[in-house]
């Protein structure tokens, strides 16, 4: 539940939990007040490079701010394609912490009623609906690829490896996180766990002491991912990132394309031509030139899923960080480029498999303007 706090002076505060989903509602309510007494609530990053304030006049004794937009708001230089594939554990871009005062007058200054903190999170959650449990992935090994997870010093990580539990068990070796909370938003990269040229089927990976969130309460508890080897080397791979701010990938065939060729603008050169005339075998009878952008659309498709998969797929058709994978660069690092998803309606059949198919808009291409 969310997490509450009462004033010596008899005002209480009740406010979300450590660790919150940046665009679920984020409500602070302070109750107990006098008619006469004016809120401030503040939300800003540990660093101070961003602040946000915000005031209120109570309505029979009460406040209640929505603090949402300013969590959003920590995010705007956020980089979330920049991720860092060379280590076995890495800082996922999509956390920031927020420190939120709630104060009120005191003479000619402020006094602080309630300070926290916020460990907020690049996404959503609805009710009935959970950070835990086990997630069912395809791991392509021939991409790169990473699982989101929680996890503070000490977090241990069991793997199976094709239903036999390995030997090892990794251990989170990162300091604890500093924020509302000590657990850290981690990618893991399980290429530098295992090598899975050695698996034949799946790895599996628990985290039984994880960070969960559902409806609205924080827990410790079991987040795992049953990885599923494929070796498939060429087709579109794709990176996105889902409601939940997880990051993930999957490798597409294209079974189409559509180019749009389309006038930017247009404009009269001021040519001195003779327009019935051929100058040095060139006929210009008029002076309108364009200013031509060239669109392409790829079709893309993934061949008789099961349910949890098309699931999983349709993430992405409501994703609006998707990334394309272009290759390696001279030092071995992936390369990566933004490509939209093109808006439309997915029908699910009651059928256990079925194709999904989904269309991505590559960035438009000019042509030359003179």
Same mark, same amino acid.
């Given at each position: 539940?969310?997490?509450t706090f009462t004033h010596s002076s008899g005002v209480k505060i009740e406010y979300p939990n450590a660790t919150h989903f940046a665009f679920v509602p984020a409500i602070v309510q302070v109750s107990g007040l006098s008619s006469a007494?004016?809120?401030?609530?503040?939300?800003?990053?540990?660093?101070?490079?961003?602040?946000?304030?915000?005031?209120?006049?109570?309505?029979?004794?009460?406040?209640?701010?929505?603090?949402?937009?300013?969590?959003?708001?920590?995010?705007?230089?956020?980089?979330?394609?920049?991720?860092?594939?060379?280590?076995?554990?890495?800082?996922?871009?999509?956390?920031?912490? %927020?420190?939120?005062?709630?104060?009120?007058?005191?003479?000619?200054?402020?006094?602080?009623?309630?300070?926290?903190?916020?460990?907020?999170?690049?996404?959503?959650?609805?009710?009935?609906?959970?950070?835990?449990?086990?997630?069912?992935?395809?791991?392509?090994?021939?991409?790169?690829?990473?699982?989101?997870?929680?996890?503070?010093?000490?977090?241990?990580?069991?793997?199976?490896?094709?239903?036999?539990?390995?030997?090892?068990?990794?251990?989170?070796?990162?300091?604890? #996180?500093?924020?509302?909370?000590?657990?850290?938003?981690?990618?893991?990269?399980?290429?530098? #766990?295992?090598?899975? %040229?050695?698996?034949?089927?799946?790895?599996?990976?628990?985290?039984?002491?994880? @960070?969960?969130?559902?409806?609205?309460?924080?827990?410790?508890?079991?987040? #795992?991912?049953?990885?599923?080897?494929?070796?498939?080397?060429?087709?579109?791979?794709?990176?996105?990132?889902?409601?939940?701010?997880?990051?993930?990938?999957?490798?597409?065939?294209?079974?189409?394309?559509?180019?749009?060729?389309? %006038?930017?603008?247009?404009?009269?050169?001021? !040519?001195?031509?003779?327009?019935?005339?051929?100058?040095?075998?060139?006929?210009?009878?008029?002076?309108?030139?364009?200013?031509? %952008?060239?669109?392409?659309?790829?079709?893309?498709?993934?061949?008789?899923?099961?349910? !949890?998969?098309?699931?999983?797929?349709?993430?992405?058709?409501?994703?609006?960080?998707?990334? @394309?994978?272009?290759?390696?660069?001279?030092?071995?690092?992936?390369l990566w480029h933004r490509v939209n998803v093109v808006p439309g309606s997915y029908e699910r059949t009651p059928k256990r498999y079925q194709d999904f198919m989904i269309s991505i808009e590559e960035p438009a291409q000019s042509a030359?303007?003179?």
């Amino acid at each position: 539940m969310s997490r509450t706090f009462t004033h010596s002076s008899g005002v209480k505060i009740e406010y979300p939990n450590a660790t919150h989903f940046a665009f679920v509602p984020a409500i602070v309510q302070v109750s107990g007040l006098s008619s006469a007494d004016k809120l401030t609530l503040t939300v800003s990053e540990p660093s101070g490079s961003k602040m946000y304030r915000e005031e209120r006049e109570p309505n029979g004794g009460a406040v209640s701010f929505d603090m949402r937009r300013y969590l959003q708001l920590l995010f705007a230089d956020t980089q979330h394609s920049r991720l860092n594939y060379c280590s076995l554990f890495a800082q996922s871009p999509l956390e920031r912490t %927020a420190q939120i005062n709630v104060t009120w007058p005191a003479g000619s200054s402020m006094q602080a009623i309630h300070t926290f903190d916020v460990d907020a999170i690049w996404g959503a959650i609805s009710a009935r609906e959970s950070s835990g449990g086990i997630l069912r992935r395809r791991w392509f090994v021939r991409y790169p690829f990473t699982v989101d997870l929680f996890a503070r010093s000490g977090t241990s990580f069991d793997i199976e490896v094709d239903g036999k539990r390995s030997d090892i068990v990794y251990y989170c070796h990162e300091a604890d #996180a500093t924020g509302a909370t000590a657990y850290h938003r981690c990618l893991m990269n399980p290429a530098k #766990a295992i090598d899975p %040229a050695t698996v034949d089927r799946t790895v599996h990976i628990a985290v039984p002491h994880s @960070l969960v969130l559902k409806n609205d309460e924080e827990a410790v508890g079991l987040v #795992a991912y049953t990885l599923d080897i494929d070796r498939s080397a060429s087709g579109v791979y794709l990176r996105w990132i889902d409601r939940q701010g997880r990051y993930c990938y999957y490798l597409f065939r294209e079974v189409g394309s559509a180019t749009t060729v389309t %006038a930017a603008s247009t404009w009269e050169r001021n !040519e001195m031509v003779v327009p019935t005339a051929y100058v040095n075998g060139v006929n210009v009878e008029t002076p309108v030139r364009q200013s031509l %952008a060239r669109k392409k659309t790829r079709s893309l498709g993934a061949k008789l899923v099961d349910s !949890e998969t098309y699931d999983f797929l349709l993430t992405l058709a409501q994703s609006v960080v998707v990334d @394309l994978f272009d290759g390696y660069d001279m030092r071995d690092e992936p390369l990566w480029h933004r490509v939209n998803v093109v808006p439309g309606s997915y029908e699910r059949t009651p059928k256990r498999y079925q194709d999904f198919m989904i269309s991505i808009e590559e960035p438009a291409q000019s042509a030359q303007t003179l």
